[in-house]
């Protein structure tokens, strides 16, 4: 079966500083991946995605995400962390023809 | 704006209510989903609509009830739920690829 593991539920980062969060997957095909954005009481958007293509993916707000296959591995990065970027990051996996299967979420926190 | 609207925002339901939910999608998608976001818990797949067909139903209680009329609404009819069913409930479709989702439901059983 299809697997996402984020690895930390709680990343905190100062304003300026690197932003890291991890994700891995299984899959016995290369699959669809995700990551989406959640702030409080409101639904998921969509930061980037990788189908095909290009292993480095850009996304909004300044975000990108690169698929290694060799380590099954989907990080989401920014250069410099903004206060505004504090929010629940979900990593996502979307096997051939089913529905999406969510990681269990990363809570980033940006102190000033 | 995402495309895809869900009312009510917040519901406060007794248990021997029955109420129901609305997602609308406008992005000319052809799968629609609902999805459970607990406190504390990944996000549960519920039901699966493809071409207007279930083609997926997670093992969710009967007490919930997915419809879709049409490839742009979603419906999730509720009744005689339990306390522990409060959550954020979402609404999500897509064609290809990425889902987009709507703002959630906040439902609140009392």
Redesign the interface.
Known sequence: AQSVTQLGSHVSVSEGALVLLRCNYSSSVPP?L?W?VQYP??????LL?Y?TGATLVKGINGFEAEFKKSETSFHLTKPSAHMSDAAEY?CAV?PAG????????TTLSVSS | E?G?T?TPRHLVMGMTNKKSLKCEQHLGHN?M?WYKQSAKK??E?MF?YSLEERV?NNSVPSRFSPECPNSSHLFLHLHTLQPEDSA?Y?C?S?QE????????T?LTVV
Do not use: D
């Open positions: 669809y995700f989406y009481n409101q639904g998921l958007q969509l995605k189908t979900f979307r089913t529905a999406l299967i969510f990681g269990k979420g | 995402t895809v869900q799968a989903y990944p996000l797949l699966v997926e954020l979402l999500a897509s690829g990425a889902a987009f989702f709507g703002q959630g906040r």
